[in-house]
DNA sequence: TTCATTTTAGACCGATCGGTCACAAATGAT
DNA sequence: ATCATTTGTGACCGATCGGTCTAAAATGAA
C-alpha cells in the first residue's frame, strides 16, 4: 500500500561509501553525499538516519567485505605462505591503482576517527580481533603445512601482519609505487616464510 | 618603534600543534585554536596566515623535531641495533602514555591530507625521504658493527623500518598497549637483527 | 474514487564555518 | 606631545554546515 522506495539501498551504501572513503568523515558533507548517491536530503535521512549513522553502515559494510577477501585468500591458496603472500601483494597493491590514494577505509578511519569516537573505536576494534583470527589460522596452517616458520606464535604473528599492512596502507596515502610495496610484501613474508 | 607583540611564537605554535595533532585539521576550527592559544582571530591570521598556512607550519615543526630525535636516537646508542630498538620501542610507546591516542601527527595527516593535498604531500614526502636516509645511515652502521644482518640491503630496510613505524602508529589509535607494542617492536628488530 | 501510508523533494532552520576589517592600544622616534 | 607603525580585538561577512519539516507524489486496499 505505500509508494515504493525508488532507489537501491545497496547502490546507495557503495556510494556513500566511495565519498567516505575518498575523503574522510569530517570533508565529507551531506551535500556531497546527496551528489554522489542522487538521493535528496530528507530522503538520506528517512532511509539511512544522521550523517554518523550512514557512515557506520558504509564501514561496516566495508569492514565484513575485507575480512570476506582475507577468507577467500587464505582458503584459495595452495598453502598458508602462498595465501599470505598474495594477500600482502594485494594491500602493497591499491595505492599505485587508483590515483584517488584513498588507501584502506579502515585504517583512514582508524586515524581521522577512532580516537574520540567510542562506537567507531568498538567496531574497528572488533574487526582488527576477527582479522587476527583469520591470521592465526593462517599462521597455524603455515606451521602445519611447514611453509611458515615453526617457531612462530600464532597471536603474535598475527600482530605483526596486522601491523605491516597497516604500515603499507599509510604509506600508500603518499603515493608508494607498486614495486617497492610488493618489495616490502616479499620482506614481510621473508620474515616468517618456513626454512 | 611598532606596537610589541604579546604572545610567544613558538608557544602559540605548539598550542596549535596540540590541537591539530589530537583532532586532525577538518576537525579543528578556528575558534578552537583560538580558544587553545588565547589569541583572537585577527591575531592569528595576521601572525601566521590563514587556517591552512598555520597547520602547516606546525606541521613542519612536528616532523624537524621528529628527525631530530631520531638521529639523536641513533647517535647515542651503543650499537646500531640499540639505536634501532630504542627508536622502535619509543613508536610503540605513544599508545599507552596519552589517553588521547593521537598517535603520530605526520601518520594521522599522511591519512587525512595527503591525499587531496599537494603541498601537504610534498612536506611529508620530502619528510620520509630524509627519515630513511637516516634509517639507511643506521642500518650501514649495523652491517659495519655487526649488530644487522650483513645482508642489509639499506634502502630496503629503510623503507621496511618506515613501514613497521607507520603500522605501529596505526595500532595506537585504537588503543595498543604497551607490552604489545614492545612486542612487535622487538620482531622488528628480530627481523633485521645480526647473527 | 477515496483513503491510509510511505517516499520524495527541497525550502527552511539556527549554528558554525573560515576569513576580513575597522578601530583601539601600545610602542620608539622626533 | 605628536606621529608613524605595528599589534590586538571583536564585530561582522557570506557561505555552508548538519538536520528538520511540510507538502506533493506514488502506491495498494477498500
New interface residues.
Partial sequence: MPRPREYDEDQVLELAMAQFW???Y??TSMSALMEATGLAKGSLYKGFGDKHQLFVKTLVRYLERGRHALRECIEDADDARAGLRRWLEDNAEPAAHDG????CFA??T???L???DAEI?RV??DH?RRMEKLYQDCVRRGIEDGSLRADLDPP?AA??I??????????S???MSHT?GL??AA?AL??MAGA
Fill in positions: 575518498s575523503h574522510g569530517e570533508a584517488l590514494r584513498r588507501g585504517v583512514n582508524a586515524v581521522e577512532a580516537p574520540h573505536r574497528l576494534r582488527e603474535n600482530r605483526w596486522t601491523t605491516v599492512v597497516y604500515g603499507l596502507q599509510v604509506r596515502k603518499l603515493g617497492l618489495e616490502t620482506q621473508d620474515s
